[in-house]
């Protein structure tokens, strides 16, 4: 992405900025997810960030004092740049709560009788393969506040509205 920029300078500045600090968001998710569910890749993503590391403190070196300034306001970015042991550290705290997060999340369901997923987008879509792939045995109901989406099926589950699904008895 920092190529292209260089190969087409007429891009403003501040797109090319959030277009880096939006990839750059992408690559903490990602690293946090890895921690998560690959722990003995971690290594070798530590030693493949210095590839980002170097093309981000080159494009750093082309921005404006204010550019700087911005920089400097998103926390992983500025860690990332100066500090590879903190941000590490950062990353590895980050996917020990997600973690927590997770059992938490997965204890709850486990008691719980029923479910209600408001929404059959994309995230409602991945709740309920969550709750799929983790086993859940209660009743699952999706709603939503769309009229065209009450009464389709989505995984063989009628989508009720939101008053329907807010009116029904335990």
Not at 68 to 91: K, M, S, T, V
């Amino acid at each position: 992405m920092l190529a292209y920029f260089e190969e087409h300078p007429s891009i403003d500045e501040y797109y090319r900025f959030l277009i880096v600090e939006r990839l750059f968001g992408g690559y903490c998710s990602s690293v946090i997810q890895s921690m998560l569910y690959h722990p003995t890749t971690a290594p070798v993503s530590h030693e493949q960030s210095s590839i980002i590391l170097e093309s981000l403190k080159a494009f750093c070196q082309q921005i404006s004092p204010a550019m700087h300034f911005r920089l400097r306001r998103n926390y992983q970015l500025w860690l990332f740049l100066e500090d590879q042991r903190a941000y590490w550290q950062n990353r590895q705290n980050r996917a020990v709560y997600e973690q927590h997060l997770v059992e938490t999340f997965r204890s709850l369901m486990k008691c719980a009788p029923k479910v209600c997923i408001f929404g059959t987008g994309e995230l409602g879509q991945s709740v309920y393969m969550n709750l799929h792939l983790n086993q859940y045995m209660g009743k699952i109901r999706f709603c939503d506040s769309s009229s065209e989406k009450i009464n389709r099926k989505l995984f063989g589950i009628r989508t009720q509205s939101v008053e329907e699904a807010v009116g029904e008895p335990d």
